[in-house]
């Protein structure tokens, strides 16, 4: 166990993390894209049939995001970090999920840090775990699963 809390580098999981943690971020957005056009679709289909009143719904689909985040964080990653081997875990004991609410806040922290071109993933590139700003802010860290 102190192997694995040591932070090295070379610690078996945090080994690899930047590159599959990147194929599952683009796997993760092009599943949220999916399921935001397929939900536009549908509201545009209802919205037709309701003459007008359902294109209300439109709204709902900036939040797709935040749910796709936080109800699949808790259940052990999303889809995209199951494919690639990766998974969120507490930083302090590497085993415990993050709950809903430390899922929604890091897929807040997430869009936030996209809006900011990115810039807070070089962080990942300075530290032994990989760690970028809105995982050091929420106190979690990406590592290998599988």
Do not use: K
């Not at 085993?95 to 809903?100: E, K, V």
């Amino acid at each position: 166990m102190s192997q694995i809390l040591s932070g090295y580098v070379c610690d078996p999981p945090f080994r690899g993390v930047l590159g599959r943690r990147a194929g599952a971020f683009v796997v993760d957005s092009l599943l949220i894209g999916l399921c935001g056009w397929a939900a536009a679709l549908g509201i545009f289909l209802f919205g037709i049939v309701t003459l007008g009143f359902g294109f209300l719904l439109f709204h709902i689909i900036p939040l797709f995001p935040f749910l796709y985040y936080t109800l699949l964080l808790p259940a052990g990653g999303t889809l995209g970090q199951r494919l690639f081997g990766v998974g969120l875990r507490d930083d302090n004991d590497l085993q415990r999920f993050p709950g809903y609410v430390e899922a929604f806040v890091w897929g807040l922290l997430l869009w936030v840090s996209i809006a900011m071109c990115f810039l807070p993933f070089l962080l990942a590139l300075t530290n032994a775990r990989h760690r970028a700003a809105h995982d050091m802010l929420c106190g979690l860290v990406i590592v290998r699963t599988g």
